[in-house]
């Protein structure tokens, strides 16, 4: 693929940044080895650049939000703090990218905390969501997901987020058929169809 097919596929990844926590669908099983690929090639993204120490506010409404999820101390509120702190990353990503980072690592260690008190996909696929912001660790978004799909094969968020994250790295076919996928087991008019479809359309034809 030459460079112009890749910036394509670049402005359509921008396009469907994926959202978190959206209502699980399940649907038909395909077979295990259609995304069953090494994604070694996540090892090329390139260390964080040093973030400052602390995580700067959220905007005053917000931050006593998150503050009183987390403060709840339960599997529930952590993940709704998390939450907070992971839409100011996607805010500010392209106007702040420092806060973003610091934001999104919060909000990773707030999933965190949901989880060592109770498994829950939906907060594991958004721990994912959070860490594709943080270039200190470009593998964890994959292995988060990965144990998502381990579980449930048919999991449509963690399809999804899975082919976005390898057509960010340039693995096109392998996100393709993650898309393809989506598309075999979402039901008409779901959103994560939706973006499956905006996804696949953005890739140049072969």
Same mark, same amino acid.
């Given at each position: 693929? %030459? *460079?112009?097919?890749?910036?394509?596929? %670049?402005? %359509?990844? $921008?396009?469907?940044? $994926?959202?978190? %926590?959206? !209502?699980?669908?399940?649907?038909?099983?395909? &077979? $295990?080895?259609?995304?069953?690929?090494?994604? !070694? #090639?996540? =090892?090329?993204?390139? &260390?964080?650049?040093?973030?400052?120490?602390? =995580?700067?506010?959220?905007?005053?409404?917000?931050?006593? /939000?998150?503050?009183?999820?987390?403060?709840q101390g339960s599997p529930e509120g952590w993940y709704e703090s998390g939450r907070y702190y992971l839409t100011a990353a996607f805010g500010t990503v392209q106007t702040d990218p420092q806060s973003s980072v610091q934001w999104a690592r919060r909000?990773?260690?707030?999933?965190?905390?949901?989880?060592?008190?109770?498994?829950?996909?939906?907060?594991?696929?958004?721990?994912?969501? $959070? /860490?594709?912001? #943080?270039?200190? #660790?470009?593998? *964890?978004?994959?292995?988060?997901?990965? /144990?998502?799909? #381990?579980?449930d094969p048919n999991n449509l968020d963690a399809t999804f987020l899975l082919g976005e994250r390898r057509l960010m790295i340039g693995r096109v076919d392998s996100a393709r058929v993650a898309f393809e996928r989506v598309l075999a087991l979402a039901p008409p008019g779901s959103a994560v169809r939706d973006r499956a479809e905006s996804a696949l359309a953005s890739i140049p034809a072969e």
């Open positions: 693929m %030459g *460079r112009r097919g890749l910036a394509v596929v %670049g402005a %359509g990844v $921008a396009v469907v940044v $994926a959202l978190y %926590g959206l !209502t699980l669908w399940s649907g038909r099983p395909a &077979p $295990a080895s259609e995304l069953d690929v090494p994604d !070694t #090639d996540a =090892t090329s993204v390139g &260390p964080a650049a040093p973030i400052p120490e602390g =995580t700067p506010p959220l905007p005053d409404s917000l931050q006593v /939000a998150a503050d009183r999820f987390a403060a909000a990773i260690a707030d999933f965190e905390q949901s989880l060592e008190l109770r498994e829950n996909p939906q907060v594991r696929v958004a721990l994912a969501e $959070a /860490a594709t912001f #943080d270039p200190a #660790d470009p593998m *964890r978004p994959i292995q988060e997901l990965r /144990a998502v799909l #381990d579980a």
